[in-house]
């Protein structure tokens, strides 16, 4: 178990936070969703209370080493201010100018810093001026950030798959360290699913790519109970058994690796669930997101896709299938939605089971939503808030569920 905030002095120090405010914005700078924020204010309040001196530091965007105007974090630091009803110093243009350098030596007990953007400098991904790796430049970056303060809270989950200077590189140069609030009920949600699962373990992976979520599913097959596939994935799963798709989105070169997982689930007794009928159309815009005026628009009597028509949902058929898995389901990990959920038309499968799956949650089960559509899919079915947890990092979660080490957690020290 990483040391979590609860677990460290910060009574009365200078705390350095690596927060996630990669925020959107619009073309004049306004933020137009402050969620990212909001979600620091836990950790942020807790520091407040215990009279620390508070350092936050984030990126937002991809400014590749250059400082971008248009992407200084000013904003962010306004609107933090609204939310948390406190002043909150900015130093504009450097994260490590000496002026940065200066407020943050002043900056008094109860007081927040909030550091300029750190992509402006190449060396918080690791890279050098030229845009080469270069290891030295970044532990060099990690212990300047590191010198303004004396603590360290990673609360930034959606960057921990990052080895980065303010992820992974400064905590060796703090006498303490620890996950922030937010890291510590990420860990927890999707670490007590993979780790000590109620059983029946359900997996729902859906979206667009097998190819994206292969190492999900591996991963997931050594623990799961059963795995139900949706969205565009399943048709490289069911044309790997020979079944015709049609013209549904397929990733050919997957397809002897998708035969291979179905057999690895078979031989560890994984229930694989892939869909049984599909809502089909024969014209989808793509771009816009619509059903073009006259395209064709059917369900399937079976599995099989009629040439000319590709899958744009699971089916009627399918979905009470998966509705039972769902309802017996005491752990559910879902990463993906099971159709082109951003037509209404084609949301149904992914609205049913986000419906069941919160029911299910109701009933006692734990749910874990990880990812970017698919939490957006759970809102558009209304039930986010029945939702154990939706995970705050789309690739961390990934990374996370793939059984993989993330880098800013790994180097977090270890509870005593
Ligand atoms: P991902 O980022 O891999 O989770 O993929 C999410 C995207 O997959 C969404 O934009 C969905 O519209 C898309 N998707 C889901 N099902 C299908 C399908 N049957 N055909 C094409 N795209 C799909």
């Keep these: 178990m990483k040391k979590t905030l609860k677990d460290i002095d910060v009574k009365n120090k200078k705390v350095l936070v690596r927060v996630d405010y990669n925020v959107p914005l619009d073309a004049n700078q306004n933020i137009t969703n402050d969620k990212r924020i909001a979600a620091t204010l836990p950790t942020i309040q807790y520091l407040l209370e215990q009279d ?14 250059k400082a971008v105007p248009e992407m200084s974090l000013k904003p962010v630091a306004a609107r933090l201010s609204e939310l948390i009803g406190k002043p909150v110093k900015f130093v ?4 490590i100018s000496d002026q940065a350098k200066k407020t943050a030596a002043d900056l008094k007990s109860g007081e927040i810093l909030l550091l300029e953007n750190l992509r402006f400098y190449a060396a918080e991904e690791g890279k050098n001026a030229a845009g080469e790796k ?7 970056f990690a212990k300047e950030l590191a010198s303004m303060g004396e603590v360290f809270v990673q609360d930034a989950f959606g960057t921990v798959h990052r080895a980065h200077a303010s992820t992974a590189g400064i905590v060796k140069h703090v006498k303490d360290a620890a996950a922030g609030f937010l890291v510590e009920k990420e860990l927890k949600f999707l670490g007590e699913a993979l780790d000590k699962p109620v059983r029946p373990f359900l997996a729902i992976l859906g979206g667009a790519k097998v190819s994206d979520k292969i190492n999900v599913i591996e991963n997931l097959l050594n623990k799961v109970d059963s795995i139900i596939i ?38 560890k007794g994984v229930e694989f669930l ?3 009928d599909h809502v ?39 979905i009470e299938r998966f509705a039972k898995a769902v309802k017996e389901a005491k752990t559910i990990v879902w990463n993906g939605p099971l159709g082109i959920f951003e ?74």
């Design 52 to 65: 620390a001196a508070i350092i936050l530091m984030a990126h937002l965007g991809r400014p590749k080493g």
């Design 230 to 267: 949706g969205g565009a994935m399943a048709y490289t799963f069911l044309k790997s058994q020979s079944v015709s798709i049609g013209a549904s989105l397929v990733e050919d070169d997957k397809l002897d690796l998708a035969a291979e997982l179905l057999k690895k689930a078979k031989e």
């Design 92 to 95: 504009e243009g450097d994260c």
């Design 280 to 318: 089909i159309a024969d014209k989808v815009d793509f771009a816009n997101k619509a059903v073009p005026a006259g395209a064709a628009v059917k369900v399937t009597v079976d599995e099989a896709i009629p040439e000319g028509f590709m899958g744009v949902d699971v089916g009627p058929e399918s």
């Design 343 to 416: 037509i209404d038309q084609f949301s149904k499968g992914t609205v049913e089971i986000a419906k069941l799956a919160a029911q299910s949650t109701e009933q006692g089960a734990t749910s874990v939503v990880g990812g970017g559509d698919s939490v957006s899919a759970v809102k558009k079915a209304g039930v986010d808030k029945k939702i154990s947890h939706i995970s705050t990092g789309g690739g961390a979660s990934l990374e996370f569920l793939e059984g993989k080490e993330l880098p800013g957690i790994a180097a977090l020290p270890e509870k005593k």
């Design 274 to 276: 892939l869909p049984v």
């Design 134 to 140: 270069d290891k030295a430049a970044m532990d060099a």
